[in-house]
């Protein structure tokens, strides 16, 4: 406990140093120097730390009482992909996400057969990097049961998820786990915020969630799932979009 403690005070610190550049969002962020360096020193601390507590420790959840009025979105809020648009336009009736790379049997499952599924609510808190929080009551499948269906290889280490949503240099969005998280019994692929269908500018129809993470890691708008050995010959290299532009591939809190 007292490694995490540490591992908040260092990130409050040193968002703490620029407020301005905190409300201007992860991208801002990203186009300092500094930022990418000092984060990255606070998540390789937060990464020892929950390795040396536990693999499968628990976030914290919340009451009814606890959730915010308002689950705030950031980064992307409105992809503008022909593909994306062609499943607003209908209500995703014709929305499924591809499960594939190392695996013994690729999937195809629609919202319909993701919601068949055994599913899960959980009330967590949302962390951003920029230095704000909000929790909200999510419910989705876990992510351990759709890999269980897909089988990984013994040659997958990673998992990484593919969305519809570009960045302003044009490239896809794209996140990945490690199996520990991607196994945890609070990782979601979530459809429904706060009782209700999730919104647009939260990532709908699915996103990840990733409680024990910064919410940078928690992609929106999924469209495949892929099991790898390395990131190696992935956009950048670094896991991530925003690993790529610098930040730590691990974000624990």
């Keep these: 406990m007292k490694l995490i403690n540490r591992r908040r005070r260092f990130l409050r610190d040193a968002l703490a140093l620029t407020g301005a550049v905190a409300l201007g969002g992860c991208d801002k962020l990203s186009e300092t120097d500094w930022a990418p360096k000092i984060l990255g020193g606070a998540t390789a601390l937060s990464h020892a730390a929950q390795g040396a507590l536990s693999r499968n420790a628990m976030a914290r959840e919340y009451t009814e009482a606890d959730i915010s009025p308002v689950f705030r979105p950031n980064g992307s ?17 014709d929305y499924r996400l591809a499960i594939g790379g190392l695996v013994a049997h690729p999937l195809s499952l629609s919202l319909e057969q993701l919601r068949a599924l055994p599913n899960r609510t959980q009330i967590t808190r949302h962390d951003c990097v920029e230095g704000w929080s909000v929790i909200g009551k999510w419910t989705g499948v876990q992510l351990s049961r759709v890999l269980d269906l897909a089988q990984p290889t013994k040659a997958a280490r990673y998992v990484v998820f593919r969305c519809y949503d570009a960045m302003d240099d044009g490239s896809e969005y794209y996140e990945s786990l490690g199996f520990d998280d991607a196994y945890h019994p609070q990782t979601l692929l979530a459809w429904e915020l706060n009782g209700k269908t999730l919104p647009i500018p939260n990532g709908a129809p699915l996103r990840l969630r990733v409680p024990r993470q910064l919410g940078y890691k928690m ?17 950048g290299g670094a896991g991530g979009y925003w690993e790529d532009q610098g930040y730590q591939w691990y974000a624990g809190i």
Excluded at 84 to 93: C, D, E, I, Q, T
């Design 77 to 93: 809020t409105d992809p503008q992909s022909a593909e994306y648009r062609a499943l607003v336009a209908n209500g995703f009736r």
């Design 219 to 235: 992609a929106k708008y999924l469209r495949r799932i892929d099991l790898v050995a390395s990131f190696k010959d992935i956009e």
